[in-house]
């Protein structure tokens, strides 16, 4: 597993080593004991995962900018199938990178993983007709402390690869974020 650093230190991207032949593939996608000895690297304790989460998109989908006031998430992020813009935002006040965002593309072909520490708000948009996400995650889910950043925030301002004309697709709760 190689450890690519980001524009904001504790947002890590993980390129594991892919081991191919004319039959397919083999990947490492996760062990600890590697990932202790690369958060130790660079100077961060090794997060405990609790919880391991499963999504789909459509294309154009737009999740987020979700994050939980308490028992706030990391989260370990890979997609399976298709691709997706994902984004870390720091909403740690007293943090050096307070209110900036980290954005990279993650998809099955790159095989990239992100790591977003627990104080960030979190979201992606889809780029392929659908994308397969996995998540592990630092604490579990509790709905009724959820949280929303609208995704258009004039302050962030995000820079979404939106194709020109197109708007997000977004959920209920999603769409009435405040800005």
């Known amino acids: 597993m190689k450890l690519i650093p980001t524009t ?15 039959r397919g ?15 130790a690297e660079v100077g961060m304790a090794y997060p ?33 199938a298709g691709s997706i813009f994902d984004v870390a935002v720091d909403i740690r006040k007293g943090s050096k990178t307070y209110g900036q965002w980290f954005g990279q593309v993650l998809s099955a072909e790159n095989r990239l993983q992100m790591y977003i520490p627990p ?5 992606f948009l889809t780029l392929s007709d659908h994308a397969d996400i996995i998540y592990k995650c630092t604490d579990y889910y509790a709905p009724e402390f959820e949280k929303c950043i609208a ?14 004309g197109v708007e997000p697709i977004l959920s209920e709760k999603d769409g009435k974020a405040l800005r």
């Open 8 to 22: 904001i230190p504790d947002v890590l991207l993980f390129e594991p080593k892919v081991f191919g032949d004319e």
């Open 48 to 80: 405990s995962f609790v919880q391991e989460n499963m999504s789909r998109s459509a294309k154009n989908v737009l999740r987020g900018l979700h994050y939980q006031e308490v028992h706030p998430q990391g989260k370990l992020i890979r997609v399976t």
């Open 119 to 123: 104080g960030f708000a979190h979201g």
């Open 151 to 164: 995704w258009n925030d004039p302050q962030l301002n995000i820079q979404w690869p939106l194709e020109a």
């Open 25 to 39: 593939f083999f990947m490492e996608t996760f062990r600890q004991s590697e990932f202790e000895a690369l958060f």
